[in-house]
């Protein structure tokens, strides 16, 4: 049995942004633009099948996947790389691995009471985000 996180969720916390967008490259004029951002995620949940917006004022990223299978993905409008990512249930939390030219990348969502966790970590640095269902 897997949770269900679908919804939309507005960002309350986010913690350590710009030292994963340092280990991601990202040039220090998008940094101190994108770390004023408050996103939402709109998460849509089918089974075994997940969409994921990230949505907010400068752009979206979005990304489709099946759980356990190998996905070509392209951080398009991100860091723009590619990566082979994989996510899979590990107990209740969902885990991506992003392999790719960035070693120790990827991310792991989980709920925690009415929250919603984001782990995003990347050579070491790891952002801490929690969200709440958007009202
Ligand atoms: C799309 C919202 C952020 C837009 C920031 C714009 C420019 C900054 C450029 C690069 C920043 C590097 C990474 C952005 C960090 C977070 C976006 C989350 C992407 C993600 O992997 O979400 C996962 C997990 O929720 C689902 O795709």
């Known amino acids: 049995m897997s949770v269900n996180i679908s919804g939309t969720w507005d960002m309350v916390i986010n913690v350590n942004f710009d030292a994963y967008m340092v280990s991601l490259g990202i040039d220090f004029a998008t940094r101190k633009v994108a770390g004023l951002l408050k996103t939402q995620k709109v998460i849509e949940q089918d089974g075994q099948f997940f969409t994921m917006t990230t949505v907010s004022a400068l752009r979206n ?5 099946k759980i356990g299978e190998e996905f070509e993905e392209v951080t398009k409008g991100l860091d723009n790389r590619k990566c082979q990512s994989q996510v899979n249930w590990i107990g209740d939390k969902l885990v991506c691995v992003q392999k790719g030219e960035k070693r120790d990348r990827g991310w792991t969502h989980w709920l925690e009471g009415d929250e ?5 970590y990347c050579e070491g640095k790891v952002c801490k985000q929690a969200y709440r269902r958007s009202a």
């Open 61 to 65: 990223y979005k990304s489709s996947f």
């Open 116 to 120: 919603l966790y984001l782990e995003l």
